[in-house]
Structure formats: structure tokens, C-alpha cells
């Protein structure tokens, strides 16, 4: 039996083997890459030189695409041989953290599996010195338990014997320690990790993730993945973590980085978990916020509200007709009524008539509207006007010219224009055509916003459309004040989902075409009609959606609404996961957050860390808590905790704490161009959500500033943001 010092011995040994080959990998791989650089540019270079001559050549143009395709080969190898040198220069830090000893059934030999963040194979002698953690082998690692154990292979369930689990901190090349563990990744482990501090970007969890979480990660069943996970239990992390495991799964087929969307709350939490992919050996995929879908999708003209602007009105207003109209815009019933609305429209109220051209019927009313109404297909209202109104213009085209030829024949005949037959007689055609078309237009394309309107300024339309459904008792001031607004070019942040819905339900999209998969993350910040939009936008993709009902904000959600995203999506195969398990906060502060929501039994399980617990200060006034703050944060440094948030309530006390501060301290006030850094960060809360900081002061969290339900949520949500302190400014003036 192998004594311990004798193990330590192996290790270091195999260490070193594995260091020594990583090394000899880097010396062969970089003057490989100087080469393929070299040979990149000068490709370039007579590229370029080569179309200086030749622009004007069209007979060249396939000795172009020539130099293109072999650009394009010498760029994917250069581009191939530089991520291998980047995975080899990390994995030099640390090549491996973990271990498991497997014997496949019905076989004598036990293979050793060492797992890191990148696979390691020896060519020569085939032999794979680090497995990666996305590999199908590495999963019995995250899940399995020592004894009878098995993982998937491309081709085949493989059963077998796990004989040991062992874990490692390897660092700056050196083994730290390592120890061996039974069950799933040792809290020991799992305490070091979650007792650093908080980093400017989100971090990989490699090294830390849990069975519960492994099984999201891994999953390819589903077409639509919902979790619901408490605050802290790692979501956005997994859904990162699993965006890098289908990319490694799907080598080979089309699924790139380019085809994965990521729906992201506001710029600061797109910017916060940008490190994650890159440290996991990916590229950054497509992020994109509501706020730019609305941007992208809806005439630039118009003046529209943010998320970050409805918010800050909401708060300061407390405004209840405001949240009843949020609400309603947001809810299937709405999402009713507008399906009525493109059905009643286009029924009715298209104004289709007789197309007559030089005196002639070309369509008749009844031909246009059957035509229009014969929709097998499925195809876009607006597609199909198009459709009607090239065939239009096609039957039209020779009779146009006959027409022309008519003209000349007339201008030949008249005093004045005897030098200029062909161009006045164009002119002339020209203006009738143009006529002819502004009639034509009136039925051959249905504007998004005309219709809209015209919901809110026909009131017995909206009656009449709206009979059966649920409406708000406060009916009428929604109406009075959407039709205000609207007719002021003004689109509240609740008119912009109705509005792109009806775009693209007239239209048709095929600008998200290419997205196969899509994450959302803050899932309960949605309604029923944004993800009506996102299913529209996005109608090929499979979905990863995270969220945590508690931490909704406008109205108090459970978990019924996942079943209604589940009934909107609709996919073949979908599955509800729950992860109840926080990591973030210390215990203290978790059992904390969760009595400011008034729960009795606990919202989640919490990771035992015990530390300091959260602080309740009173204070005088303002004044005060500017001197309060510089003496906390100077305490918190002490403690090595550099990571800081003061959270306000509202964008408006943030700028009033901030311009107070910033002579005192260095701080960072939070806007859409912030890249996050280490520091002290002064953010409303409703922008706080998903980041994390060493520690956090809540800035007036008085019984008369958090006092609605309302309140309580983005005072929960403030208090969940903390790692290791939290204090809490109450504010008596």
C-alpha cells in the first residue's frame, strides 16, 4: 500500500511530466505561429497590391476570391494555433484540479483521468495528459460518487468502478496540496473559493461546480432549459459554463460563438461576465439588452424611454396607473388583443380597391382581397401586400411602355417641347406613375406605429377588440394617457414590446436567422409579450432561461411564471430546474435578505460561511453618512476588501451621493459606459442586480425611503449584491 509520502512523490512526478510537455508544446508552437503570421500578412500584402491593379478589372475577379479563400485558410490556421498557445500558457499556471481513478467494465487496468480546463494530448504515443471538463469521461468527476459510476460517450453508456477522487491546487506552476474526497467537490475547497474576494469580472467555477449545477451545464436533451435559482446559487455562471460546454460538444457542426445570443439586463452586467467565456477558452458570443432590440427594432425618430428611465419614474413616482399599465401591456391578454387587432385590420379595414391603370382594370378589389386573404403559408401580412403589389407593377410594365410610346406621340404633336420629346415625355410618365403609386401604397403595406395608434385613438375599436378580456379598473387614464404620448411621437418603455411585436408579426423577421441558441438571464424581469417578441426574433433558437421570482421588481411573481414561458416558447422538449442553494453571501447576510421579503420558511439553503453580521446604523442626516462612508470603506480596506458598493434606491440619489463623494473618496458612479474595476462603485439598485461586492453599504435604507412591497424587493435585492459585509445607512432626515 502506498504510503503518503510516496503519493506526494507521484504527483509532483506527474506534474512535472505534464509541465515539461506543455513547455515543449509552447517552444515548437510559437515559432509556428511567427511563421503563419508572417506568411498571413504577406498574403495580405500582395492581395492588396494585386487589387491596386486590377480594380477596374473584372476579368481578375476570380484570381481575387482566389487570394480571399486562401486568406481566409491561412487566417482560421493562424487564428487555431494562437488559441492553442493561449490555453497552453494558462494551463503552464495550472494544468489540472482534479482526478478520478476509473476502471471500465469487463477491463483490468485503471485509468487515471486528470481534468483541467483544457484538453492535453500527447500525439505521439496518443496519450491524453489532461482531460478537459466539457469531455464526456470528465463528467464522473462533478457526479459521480465513489464506486459503480458511468458517462456517455458519442457512441455508448461506458460503466465502470471510480476507485478515488482527488482534488488539486496547483499554482504558479508549484502543487499547493491536494487531497481526496468521496462524495461531490469538497467543502474545503469549495470555503477557499467562496471566501476570496470579489473580482471586477465574473470568474469561471471549474473547479467548483456542483452536481446540480453539472447536470444544466451538460444538458442536450432540452430544446428549452428553465432554472429558477435563489440569489447567489450561480446561474448566470452555469448558463456560461454551459454555453462553453455546447460549443465543445458541438465541434464539428455549425454551432459557433456567432450563432448563441445572450439576453443581458442592462451594459454593466453585458461587461461584468464578459471574462467568463475568454477564461474558459471561448469567444465572447452576442450580448444584447431589451433596450437595443428596441433601439434596432423601432423607428430611430421616435423618442423612447429606457428600462433605466421607467424604473427611475416608477420609483419616484409611485405611480400605480404607471405599474397597472406595465402590467397590462405586458400580459397575454394584451398580447390577445393585438392578434385581434392585425386580424381586424387586415379583414377590414384595409382600404383595397379596383387597380385601374391608362383606364384599364388590372386587379379587381375582390382578386386583391382574396389573393391577400389566401394564406396557406403563413406568410407576414405585409409580405404578402408586397407579393400583390409586384404583381401589380408586373402586369402593369408593358402597358406602361405602350403608354409612354402614346405620350411621345402627343408631345411630337405639341407646341414647345418638340426639341425635348423623350425626356419631357418620360417627365411626364414619371408623374403618373408616381400618382399612381401613392394610391397603390395606401393598401399594399400596413404601418407598425399607424396601428398602434389608431388602437388608443379609436376607443370603441379598443372596446370592441378588447370584449372578454381581463381589463385594468383603471381603464380609461391608460387610454387617455398612451393616446397623449403616442400622439407625441413619445414611446413609453411598456409601448415598445406591443410596438416590435406588431412589426414583426406584420413584417416577418429574418434578422436573428443564424441564432441557434439563446440565453436569457433575470427571466422574472420579462412579460408575457417580451417573450412572445423574443420567440418571433428568435423562431430557430433553443433557449437557456434563468431567473429567481424573488428578485422580480414591479410585481410580486412565483413560480407559475415559467409555466407561462414554458406555453409561450413551446417547444418539443423543455425542462423546470431549481438550484436552492446560495453561494454568494455569508450566512449572516443570507438569513438577513431573506427576512426583509417577510418569508417564513427559508427561500433557499445557504452555503454555511459564517461572518460578520449585517449592520443597522442610524444616522442624523446626510452629512453623516458621507463621513460614515469614508470611515467604512477605509475599514473594509483594512479587512482587504476592495470591491465596494454603495447601493442608492434611485439614479438620482446615486448622483447626489456621488457628486458628494467624489472628493472625498475615489468612486465610480454606475452608467451604461462604466467597464467595472475594483473600487468603490456607487449604483441604484435596481442596476445592482447579478453583480457582487466584497461589501456594500445600502445608502438610506430608512422604514420611510423601503416601506412599499415594491421597496422591500429592491431592498432585498441590494442586501443579496453582498459577499462578506453589508451595512445598512438609516437616514432620519
Known sequence: MCNSKQIANEETEYLKKTLDFIKSELDKELPTLSEFQRKLISSRKNMWQEASHSSNDFDKVPEMNLYLSEISIKSSIYEASSKKIKNYVKMMDS????????????????????????????????????????????????????????????????????????????????????????????????????????????????????????????????????VQGSA?????????????????????????????????????????????????????????????????????????????????SLILSKDITRLNTINFKGSSAFVKLLDRLIHYYTHKLIPITDVYYSNTVIFSKDELKNMFLNNKLGTAPNKRLKRSENMILNKINPIRKLKLNKIENIVKNSYGHELEVKSFSRLLSIKGTKRFMQALSKFTSINYWD????????????????????????????????????????????????????QLKLNGSEDYSDIMHVVIDEAQDYYPLQYEV????????????????????????????????EKILHKNKSIKLFLNKSYRSSTEISLFAQNILGINKPISDFFERHEDAPEIISLHDKVSAYSKIVSDIKSFHSDNLYSTAIICKTDKEAKEVYNNLKDLLDVNLADDELEIENGTLIIPSYMAKGLEFDAVIIFNASEANYNSAFDKRLLYIACTRALHRLKLYSLKD
Open 95 to 226: 494544468p489540472y484540479f482534479g482526478r478520478i481513478d476509473f476502471m471500465e467494465n469487463n477491463f483490468d487496468e485503471i485509468e487515471k483521468i486528470y481534468i483541467g480546463m483544457h484538453n492535453l494530448l500527447d500525439e505521439k504515443n496518443s496519450d491524453i495528459l489532461v482531460y478537459d471538463w466539457r469531455s464526456p469521461v470528465a463528467s464522473m468527476f462533478y457526479e459521480g460518487e465513489l464506486g459503480k459510476a458511468s458517462y456517455k460517450s458519442p457512441s455508448e453508456i461506458v460503466n465502470g468502478n471510480i476507485s478515488l477522487k482527488r482534488q488539486y491546487k496547483i499554482q504558479n506552476s508549484k502543487l499547493i496540496y491536494f487531497f481526496d474526497s468521496s462524495l461531490q467537490i469538497s467543502d474545503s475547497i469549495l470555503q477557499e473559493v467562496l471566501s476570496k474576494n470579489s473580482s471586477e469580472k465574473m470568474k469561471n467555477i471549474v473547479q467548483t461546480i456542483q452536481k446540480d449545477q453539472d447536470l444544466i451545464i451538460r444538458d442536450t436533451t432540452n430544446e428549452l432549459l428553465i
Open 232 to 312: 447567489g446559487s450561480g446561474k448566470t455562471s452555469i448558463a456560461l459554463h454551459r454555453i462553453a460546454f455546447l460549443l465543445y460538444a458541438s465541434m464539428g457542426s455549425n454551432l459557433t460563438s456567432r450563432n448563441i445570443t445572450i439576453i443581458s439586463p442592462n451594459s454593466i452586467f453585458s461587461k461584468y461576465i464578459s471574462g467568463v467565456l475568454p477564461e474558459l477558452g471561448e469567444e465572447n458570443t452576442n450580448q444584447i439588452t431589451f433596450d437595443e432590440i428596441i433601439n434596432n427594432s423601432l423607428k430611430k425618430q421616435l423618442k423612447k424611454e429606457t428600462r433605466h428611465e421607467q424604473m427611475e
Open 534 to 565: 423574443f420567440k418571433l426574433l428568435f423562431s430557430r433558437a433553443n433557449y437557456t432561461i434563468l431567473g429567481d421570482f424573488n428578485q422580480s421588481m414591479e410585481k410580486k411573481r412565483d413560480k407559475t411564471i415559467y409555466d407561462d414561458i
Open 451 to 502: 396601428l398602434y395608434k389608431l388602437l388608443f385613438n379609436d376607443i370603441n375599436l379598443f372596446y370592441k377588440l378588447s370584449e372578454g378580456l381581463d381589463l385594468p379598473k383603471d381603464i380609461k387614464e391608460i387610454l387617455n394617457e398612451t393616446k397623449e404620448k403616442l400622439n407625441k411621437n413619445f414611446i413609453s418603455y411598456e409601448d415598445s414590446a406591443p410596438l416590435i411585436y406588431l
